[in-house]
């Protein structure tokens, strides 16, 4: 597949405007994701914790939810990632581990890009940068 050209600041920004729906009143840790497929469509999602903490999930996770459950099908090409709280806002082992699933479609590999803010601006990863080794079955 080409590298398509991607408009990693609108990306960032749906990353923020998603942070916004962020319920997340135990941490107090917003965080959005906006998920970019191949074919343009770009899926939000932000953290929802729980009373029983540990049942609260990552923006990340919830992107890629919404993604799937609406029924997309091609390729994930860049994620964004943005927290009011904390600039340079890694995602989670267990969300690399998620994007490393997206990472294949029909046995071709994609190296999808990950764009974080930082005081200097953005920075963009490579998904292999973040997690070099994933689990898979092989
Ligand atoms: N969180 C995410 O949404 N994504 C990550 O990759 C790491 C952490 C959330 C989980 C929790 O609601 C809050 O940030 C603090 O850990």
Request: charged share 20%; aromatic share 10%.
């Amino acid at each position: 597949m080409e590298e398509l050209k991607i408009d990693f600041n609108q990306l960032l920004k749906k990353a923020q405007d998603a942070s916004k729906n962020s319920y997340s009143p135990y941490s107090k840790f917003a965080v959005g994701a906006a998920c970019l497929f191949e074919d343009g469509k770009i899926y939000l999602g932000s953290n929802i914790e729980n009373a029983s903490y540990g049942l609260g999930l990552c923006a990340e996770r919830n992107a890629l939810s919404s993604a799937l459950c609406d029924g997309e099908k091609s390729q994930l090409v860049a994620i964004a990632v943005f927290s009011p709280n904390q600039k340079h806002c890694l995602p989670c082992g267990a969300c690399l581990q998620w994007l490393s699933e997206f990472s294949v479609m029909n046995g071709v590999h994609y190296d999808l890009q990950v764009v974080l803010e930082t005081d200097n601006g953005l920075k963009i990863y490579k998904l292999s940068e973040l997690l070099p080794h994933s689990f898979n079955f092989e």
